[in-house]
């Protein structure tokens, strides 16, 4: 069966540095756009960083130049490292797996949270 698997969430200060990873089994991951979505409380579930099968990235207005995504073909695995990190970037994180507009297939983690506050 298809598993995302997340993990990295925790604590931290504002101004502080969190790397979150997600472990995806039972795909073909290189054919995968991989991506990190975040749902805070009483919001919409919101797409945080994407990255292509080619490697292209892309990130939300709210944390450019603060958020990298990156992936590991060999490993099967999606990372996001976070920096600079604000209050308001407290959400729980998902992992997603998207294999496109032509053949369509979605999965998602169960998330993993990630709380800023001092």
């Known amino acids: 069966q298809v598993q995302l698997v997340e993990s990295g969430g925790g604590l931290v200060q504002p101004g502080g540095s969190l790397r979150l990873s997600c472990a995806a089994s039972?795909?073909?991951?290189?054919?995968?756009?991989m991506g990190w979505y975040r749902q805070a409380p009483g919001k919409q579930r919101e797409l945080v960083a994407a990255?292509?099968?080619?490697?292209?990235?892309n990130y939300a207005d709210s944390v450019k130049g603060r958020f990298l995504i990156s992936r590991d073909n060999v490993n099967n695995a999606v990372y996001l490292q976070m920096n600079s990190l604000k209050p308001e970037d407290t959400a729980v994180y998902y992992c997603?797996?998207?294999?496109?507009?032509?053949?369509?297939?979605?999965?998602w983690g169960q998330g993993t949270q990630v709380t800023v506050s001092s």
């Open positions: 990255i292509t099968s080619g490697g292209s990235p």
């Open positions: 997603n797996a998207d294999s496109g507009p032509l053949k369509r297939f979605t999965y």
């Open positions: 039972g795909i073909r991951f290189s054919l995968f756009t």
